[in-house]
């Protein structure tokens, strides 16, 4: 089965607060007051792959930089 056929490109996100701290999103929400809510915000940090059949995002490495480098890396 080709890399196309299997996974599709997707914006990388995650949570991040303003000091830095970062989250996933794909976890419990990272903050635990309403206070704390207005702290974090979901900030783009470039594409990932989504496998399409189960679901499950990324593949155990940094997200790429660019859709056209994910897209390449998609054709591969």
């Given at each position: 089965?080709?890399r196309s056929?299997?996974?599709?490109?997707?914006?990388?996100?995650?949570?991040?607060?303003?000091?830095?701290?970062?989250?996933?999103?794909?976890?419990?929400?990272?903050?635990?007051?309403?206070?704390?809510?207005?702290?974090?915000?979901?900030?783009?940090?470039?594409?990932?792959?989504?496998?399409?059949?189960?679901?499950?995002?990324?593949?155990?490495?940094?997200?790429?930089?660019?859709?056209?480098?994910?897209?390449?890396?998609?054709?591969?």
């Open positions: 089965m080709k056929q299997k996974y599709e490109v997707i914006p990388a996100v995650r949570w991040e607060r303003d000091d830095g701290l970062t989250a996933s999103i794909y976890g419990g929400v990272p903050w635990t007051s309403s206070e704390e809510k207005s702290r974090w915000k979901r900030k783009q940090t470039g594409y990932t792959v989504r496998n399409v059949i189960t679901g499950a995002v990324g593949i155990g490495r940094m997200p790429f930089s660019t859709r056209a480098e994910a897209d390449d890396w998609l054709k591969g």
